[in-house]
Structures are given as structure tokens and as C-alpha cells.
């Protein structure tokens, strides 16, 4: 077992999603530039996406110079990156353990690795909760990472390939794609995905109109995070663009073939998304003692600290209580940046022997965005209160959410040139990937 040693004060950041990356970001232009720590990034991936557009992956409407790679990141920002994927925890010897990194044919490509550290964050982000739902896993694909999105992307092209190319139009029977869960995940995937598929009969790949969509909801309302008006705005736009909204429907089983619901309705789909609920990895579940809550959240104090002195968590995977509202801080790229900047300011100071920092959440709204057909979501401040939001201003709000990310990762000059850079680029090249 290959073992990496460390003698400045080593960070260790395992999960590389918007607040490990913002985070390994930040203590690395500090302290490691500085000398005066070793922040070291472990990520199973190589490159990272800002989680709320993993759908225009999957649809192939991102282009591919957002992704930021890892190994880049780091060396501009002076921390490493180790890729794996972690697998175990000693608190007492304060290591952790990676698993072999395989390729496709299972031959091994870097050993099983020990990372000593002397403060550890877990930022490891969250996956579907399939609620043990039987067929889930063998026939539903998922958007919880950037591999599993581009899956998704390749399977849907290959649809329509397979669906229209060669045949007689006339014949042909609509692509049917059902999505469970009414979230901003499945509501922002189901608007992007009729916009893929008035571009694919554009290159004459597809007719028009030759797509079923269709949401399916346990609960009687979609967008549980906004208020009745927006959520019912939404239902009407997505009315309008011919989704078939399925509300009330409690799915007991997916099959190759379609989804059956709870009251007896049998729901064909070639291709089937699971959006319905998040949880933590089932791993972080009793990791040599740390306390967890029922969906795998590792419990974090006032200042994002475990149940061990030396280790946090922050993003999706922590269980934050949010003083003053039921449950916990909810897990929204919002709280994330929050967490990382909280944190950070913490393991500055706790290098200088002084206290850690409290982390205070500022719910600043929720935004949903539709394409090129509508955005809504309500703003909150303090001054204003809560503000509902539709059209431009709502997509200029959304858009400033994913800059203030890039702004965090890159700084405001290369954020300005990125984004000018792939204007430019969505003038020349197709709207959607279609590879």
C-alpha cells in the first residue's frame, strides 16, 4: 500500500464538487503558495462542473470549456490532486485510504494509497436516494456526477439515431423519456431536453415534436423550494412546451420497458431519469465512528467541525443545523460556497492558535431555470424580504450564481475571458454534442 508523508500542517480535501474545489482553491493561493501548508485535493474524477448545470450535460447543450480539469486547477492554484476514490478512515492514526484506480479492462493503474493528514474535510457531495425502489439502479440513469451525465448524453443521442435515422418518418414513434422527481434537477432537465429536441429536427436528425416527455411526483406540486405562485408558473410553462406532468404518482417500480406507479399506471419510457431525492454515499454511513444522520450526512457543529476535532464537512454530504427552521441548512450550491468560504477563514485561523469561525446561512432564494423559455425563482435580503422573479432578470440572477463560482475558481479576469471566449465559440459551433 502506497503512502504519500507529509510534514508542513497537511489539509486533506477528499471530494473535488463546488465547495472541496473552492476550498483546495482558496487555502492554496494562501497557504500553500505561502509555504505554510500542504493542501492536497482527492477526487475520482479529473475534471469538475458546477453541479446545477450537470443537466445541460446530460442534454449536450454545455460546452466543454467549462469543465475545469483538476490537475490545472491545482498547479495554478498551488495545491495537489491526487486522483481515487476514498474508501476508508483511521481517525486514530488520522489517514485515509484510496482505493486502485482501474481501467476499462480492470487492469490496475495506481495502487491503493494512505493519505496521512492532520485536517481533514469531507466534501464528497450526495447521490440519488433511490428509497430502495425496485429496478431503480438497473434501469434509471442518474445525474449526480459528470460521468454519469455524459452517459446520459450518449444514450440519448443514440436514441434519436436509432429512433429516426433510416425510417419513414410517418412510423416513427416518439422517443418517450421519463423523469422522476419534480425538483429543479427534473424540471431544469425536462425544459432542456425539448430544446434538444427542436435542435436535433433543425440538423434533421429528429421531427418535430417527435419526443415524449414526462414528469413523475409523489408529491401534488413540483418545486417544493418555491413559493405556490412560481412553482405553478412553472407547471404552466412546462404545460405549454408539451411535458406531461404526472403529479401525485408514488413509483413502486421501474422497469426495462416503463415505470409502474402506486394507483396502477404503467408509464412506457425508453429512457428513464431518476431525480427523486438526495442522500450522502451509503460509505460516509458509520466511517470509523464519525456521526452520521439517516440519509449518511456526517453531523457537523456550528463550525462545520465532526464529531472529531480534526476532521469537517461541508457541501451536500454535511448535516448543518439551520437555527431558527426546521431541519438543516439545505444542500444548494449557495450553502456550499458559504461553507467553503466559512471554513476557510477557520483553518486560517486555527494555523494562528485562534478560535474557529461559525457558520451563519444566508438563504438568498432559489432559482429554476427553463432554457431559453422562462427562469423564476424568488430572491430574499434583508431589505427587500422575498421577491419573486421571472424572465430576464431572474436568467441574469442565475447566471451570476454559476460566475461568482468561476470567480471563486479562476478570478475576475479569466471568468471575464471564459465567458467571453465561449460566446464567441456558441457562434460557430453546434448548440448541442452530439459525441
Known amino acids: 500500500m502506497a503512502s504519500e508523508q507529509h510534514q508542513k500542517h497537511s489539509i486533506v480535501i477528499v471530494g473535488g464538487g463546488a465547495a472541496g474545489l473552492e476550498l483546495a482553491t482558496r487555502l492554496g493561493r494562501n497557504l500553500g503558495k505561502k509555504g505554510l501548508a500542504d493542501i492536497v485535493l482527492i477526487d475520482a474524477a479529473t475534471s469538475h462542473i458546477w453541479k446545477p448545470l450537470l443537466h445541460e450535460v446530460a ?3 454545455l460546452d466543454e470549456s467549462e469543465l475545469v480539469d483538476y490537475l490545472a486547477q491545482a498547479h495554478r492554484s498551488h495545491f495537489r490532486f491526487r486522483l481515487g476514490r476514498m474508501e476508508g478512515l483511521n481517525r486514530k492514526k488520522k489517514e485515509i485510504y484510496v482505493s486502485p484506480t482501474l481501467n476499462s479492462q480492470g487492469e490496475e493503474l495506481i495502487p491503493r494509497r494512505t493519505f496521512g493528514y492532520d485536517t481533514l474535510v469531507m466534501s464528497v457531495g450526495s447521490v440519488s436516494n433511490t428509497f430502495n425502489i425496485k429496478g431503480v439502479d438497473e434501469h434509471c440513469l442518474f445525474l449526480d456526477t459528470t ?4 452517459k446520459f448524453q ?17 412510423s416513427v414513434k416518439p422517443l418517450a423519456i421519463a423523469i422522476v422527481g419534480a425538483g429543479a434537477t427534473g424540471v431544469e432537465l425536462a425544459a432542456q431536453l425539448h430544446e434538444v429536441t427542436e435542435v436535433l429536427s433543425i440538423y434533421g436528425l429528429n421531427e418535430p415534436g417527435n419526443a415524449q416527455l414526462t414528469i413523475i411526483e409523489a408529491a401534488t406540486r413540483l418545486l417544493p423550494a418555491l413559493p405556490d405562485k ?3 408558473a412553472t407547471r404552466q410553462q412546462l404545460s405549454k412546451l408539451g411535458v406531461d406532468l404526472k403529479m401525485g404518482c408514488r413509483v413502486v417500480e421501474i422497469t426495462e420497458d416503463g415505470i409502474y406507479t402506486q394507483d396502477g399506471q404503467f408509464i412506457a419510457a425508453n429512457i428513464k431519469v431518476w431525480a427523486a431525492g438526495i442522500k450522502a454515499p451509503d460509505w460516509l454511513k458509520n466511517l470509523d465512528g464519525l456521526e452520521s444522520n439517516p440519509i449518511n450526512q456526517l453531523v457537523v457543529d456550528s463550525t462545520l467541525k465532526t464529531s472529531d476535532d480534526h476532521i469537517f464537512a461541508i457541501g451536500d454530504c454535511a448535516a448543518c443545523v439551520w437555527p431558527g427552521h426546521a431541519g438543516n ?14 471554513l476557510y477563514k477557520t483553518l486560517l485561523r486555527h494555523l494562528q492558535g485562534k478560535p474557529a469561525v461559525a457558520f451563519t446561512y444566508y438563504d438568498y432564494g432559489s432559482l429554476v431555470s427553463l432554457g431559453k423559455y422562462s427562469t ?3 430572491l430574499m435580503g434583508q431589505l427587500m424580504g422575498s421577491v419573486s422573479v421571472g424572465g430576464f432578470i431572474a436568467k441574469i440572477v442565475y447566471w451570476s450564481l454559476y460566475k461568482m463560482h468561476q470567480v471563486a475558481l479562476h478570478g ?15 457562434s460557430v459551433y453546434s448548440k448541442i454534442k452530439m459525441h
Do not use: C, W
Open 329 to 342: 441548512v439545505p444542500p444548494r450550491a449557495q450553502a456550499a460556497h458559504q461553507q467553503a468560504a466559512t
Open 147 to 150: 460521468a454519469q451525465a455524459f
Open 230 to 232: 412560481l412553482a405553478n
Open 59 to 61: 442534454a449536450g447543450t
Open 412 to 426: 475576475h479576469f479569466r471568468t471575464v475571458m471564459l465567458s467571453l471566449s465561449n460566446l464567441f465559440r456558441r
Open 376 to 378: 423564476v425563482g424568488n
Open 154 to 170: 450518449k444514450q440519448l443521442f443514440e436514441s434519436y439515431l436509432k429512433n429516426y435515422i433510416g425510417k419513414d418518418p410517418t
